[in-house]
């Protein structure tokens, strides 16, 4: 089961530079997520997809655009990299049974560096 | 923003050890849930507690939900080294459907 599959996996890019991270998954799942893991700051949401056609900006959308490209994928792509974008970056989806109680699948993350 | 407040932030302690973490929120959460993350890869869900006062186990793993369902904890018995890594709790409001996560505790068991 490959389940939530990101690429790159590794990325250095530098000041103004631009690249797409690509997240898929093979769950059949109708909401995908970006988040961000900083350290000591734990996963901040940049994007989601609630259903294939629909995004909504999350916490820290600035600097960042989404495309929901059809119901497995969902990429996300910074413009014009900042150094303040270096992060390890996380793809998720889910299918909750209920709103209150869905398990996030995570992909294994893309490391990123923006000099 | 809602705050998930977790701590301790870091816990090195020995093989056979007992541990406790807590996460704590002035919010009330119509569910709470932790992740465990190990080095190089995304989270995995643990468990989901949903009612106030709800206590779950998993092997050595016991979490606890508040009766004002605002904090949660997560002890672990006898610890081991393969209980190594980042414990993440994260919880839903009743009027947001997304997830408020905490800051994680980093957790190293030494053998």
């Known amino acids: 089961n490959a389940g939530v599959t990101q690429t790159p996996k590794f990325q250095v890019l530098k000041t103004g530079q631009s690249m797409t991270l690509q997240c898929a998954q093979d769950?059949?799942?109708?909401?995908m997520y970006w988040y961000r893991q900083d350290p000591g700051m734990g996963l901040r949401l940049i994007y989601y997809?609630?259903?294939?056609?629909?995004?909504d900006k999350g916490e820290v959308p600035n600097g960042y655009n989404v495309s929901r490209l059809n119901k497995r994928e969902f990429s996300l792509r910074l413009e014009s990299a900042a150094p303040s974008q270096t992060s390890v970056y996380f793809c998720?989806?889910?299918?909750?049974?209920?709103?209150?109680?869905?398990?996030?699948?995570f992909g294994e993350g893309s490391r990123l560096t923006v000099l | 923003t809602q705050l998930l407040e977790q701590s301790p932030q870091f816990l090195s302690i020995q093989e056979g050890e007992n541990l406790t973490v807590y996460c704590n929120s002035s919010s009330v959460f119509s569910s709470l849930q932790w992740y465990r993350q190990e080095p190089g890869e995304g989270p995995v869900l643990l468990v989901t507690v949903v009612t106030g006062g709800e206590v779950k186990k998993l092997k050595r793993l016991t979490f606890q939900f508040g009766d004002a369902r605002k904090d949660s904890s997560l002890h672990i018995t006898a610890a081991q080294p393969g209980d190594t890594g980042l414990y993440l709790c994260?919880?839903?409001?009743?009027?947001?459907?997304?997830?408020?996560w905490g800051a994680g505790t980093k957790l190293i068991i030494k053998p």
């Open positions: 769950m059949n799942h109708n909401s």
């Open positions: 994260a919880g839903r409001e009743d009027s947001n459907y997304q997830l408020i």
């Open positions: 997809s609630a259903s294939e056609g629909t995004t």
């Open positions: 998720a989806s889910s299918e909750p049974r209920t709103a209150n109680t869905g398990e996030l699948f």
